[in-house]
Nanobody, 123 residues
């Protein structure tokens, strides 16, 4: 079992930045593919970014160039640096992981999820 806990959400003005963190416990995440998703009210959960055990990364087009995913295996953490935030980035943000060396954008492929952290972009 892997437990995930997100932090770092909050209220930010358009154009601002936030850094989300995800702390993993229960098992080392070294061999897990880690990812961030988000879900806005009334919408499907949406893939944002993933980082593989190799540290290769992939991003959704909607956040490419604005968001950066990183991992620190020694600290069992994954982060999402979010810049140039827009009102449409408002959502609950979730950290997830799967035991795999291949990347996936599908919610169904991820085994463990955090509880989420709210990000609100508004003036």
């Amino acid at each position: 079992q892997v437990q995930l806990a997100e932090s770092g959400g909050g209220l930010v003005q358009p154009g601002g930045s936030l850094r989300l963190s995800c702390a993993a416990s229960g098992r080392t995440i070294t061999n897990y593919a880690m990812a961030w998703f988000r879900q806005a009210p009334g919408k499907e959960r949406e893939f944002l970014a993933t980082i593989m055990p190799s540290r290769a990364t992939a991003y959704a087009d909607s956040v490419k160039g604005r968001f950066t995913i990183s991992r620190d295996n020694a600290k069992s953490t994954v982060s999402l640096q979010m810049n140039s935030l827009k009102p449409e980035d408002t959502a609950v943000y979730y950290c997830a992981c799967r035991w795999s060396t291949t990347w996936s954008t599908s919610v169904q492929d991820y085994d463990y999820w955090g509880q989420g952290t709210q990000v609100t972009v508004s003036s």
